[in-house]
């Protein structure tokens, strides 16, 4: 695996390639993003399948956040306040009257702080790792919280390690938001075929935010729990923005086991990613709005991308039931692990 740093604007660009597979990986400082996954189709023909901006700037000052490490709590917290140990905290609202991937400024628009670049023996799997650490206060949430994102680069796989800890009782629930494609980019993902390992999901109000109610997936017409085309599911149930509960997870034994959440194919391409992780949940997106998000200078169009956001339940914090899981303590250390391994399938 080689590795390039290049300085990109004001922040740095880190290139990573396997050249066997011709498979490789872009990164930034600026919000800790994934910036450019290259894959070879069943041809051979090698393209994007994630969506980015062509600058730090662009990252500033464009929505969407393509690929992004979101926080300090991804998805929406209902009214933009939350009650912790008697105290009530009010944060910036940046979605209607909610907080939205971690406010105005989040974690997504911080530049971060390249901590370090390790190649394990064999030299066939890279470890990048980047910290920020956020000021108690910060977007209205207590504590001073050092988080660190460690990607992990092998051929034809990537993944990411968060961990974080805090000065002071605080929440957390971090993600990245890749958009994926594995036709290639700018073309609908309706020919997908998508598999959750997920038997319920969360059911939303008008403005997004889950309203604490659960439904069996089957209820609804929106079960993959067999393989199934994602237009089928756009007809019949709708564009998709829910969390969905993953079914491994209640049989995890340490908090560091990775379970299957999810299978997506393209059958036009070939491209094949398989996604385990540590978490609870998946937010599945189905790219609803981007008609309203320029993509390296060209319009992106709806359901040109869907959205795997590994992570714990939206508004936890708001869901008594759900409380205790995004909840951070001085002495203890969070963790989420999440891997997306890539086939070709012929």
């Not at 051979?44 to 730090?56: A, E, L, Q």
């Not at 390690?161 to 990245?176: D, M, Q």
């Not at 938001?177 to 997920?198: F, K």
């Not at 709708?238 to 209640?250: A, C, E, K, V």
Request: a negative charge; glycine letters at 8%; proline letters at 3%.
């Amino acid at each position: 695996m080689d590795v390039i740093q290049e300085n990109w604007g004001n922040s740095k660009l880190i290139i990573v390639k396997d050249l066997f597979t011709n498979f490789s990986v872009k990164f930034s400082t600026f919000g800790a993003t994934l910036v450019d996954i290259q894959l070879p189709d069943r041809n051979g023909d090698v393209s994007s399948v994630i969506y980015s901006h062509s600058s730090p700037e662009d990252y500033k000052n464009k929505v969407g956040y393509f690929g992004a490490s979101v926080g300090r709590v991804a998805n929406r917290i209902g009214n933009a306040k939350f009650e912790l140990d008697g105290e009530i905290y009010s944060l910036n609202k940046n979605n209607g009257k909610h907080c939205l991937h971690g406010g105005k400024k989040g974690f997504s628009y911080k530049e971060w702080v390249l901590e370090g670049i390790r190649h394990d023996s064999t030299k066939n799997n890279v470890r990048i790792t980047f910290q920020y650490i956020s000021p108690d206060g910060e977007e209205g949430f207590p504590g001073q919280m050092t988080t660190q994102i460690t990607y992990i680069v092998s051929p034809m796989s990537i993944g990411w390690e968060f961990t974080a800890s805090t000065t002071k009782p605080t929440i957390v629930n971090l993600t990245n938001h890749a958009y994926w494609n594995l036709n290639g980019l700018h073309s609908s993902i309706e020919s997908h075929d998508l598999t959750l390992y997920a038997d319920s999901f969360c059911i939303n109000d008008d403005s997004c935010l889950p309203t604490g109610e659960f439904r069996n997936v089957d209820e609804y017409n929106v079960d993959f729990r067999e393989k199934r085309k994602i237009k089928l599911a756009l007809e019949q149930f709708g564009d998709i923005d829910n969390n969905f509960f993953l079914t491994g997870y209640q049989f995890k034994k340490d908090k560091t086991d990775l379970f299957l959440a999810a299978e997506l194919w393209s059958p036009l391409s070939g491209r094949k990613m398989v996604v385990e992780t540590t978490e609870p949940c998946i937010q599945i997106y189905t790219g609803n709005f981007m008609g309203n998000i320029v993509a390296n200078g060209i319009k992106c169009k709806k359901h040109s991308a869907i959205c795997l956001e590994t992570q714990k339940i939206p508004n936890a914090i708001n869901l008594p039931e759900f409380a205790d899981s995004v909840i951070l303590r001085p002495d203890e250390k969070y963790y989420h692990k999440t891997v997306h391994t890539f086939s070709i399938q012929k």
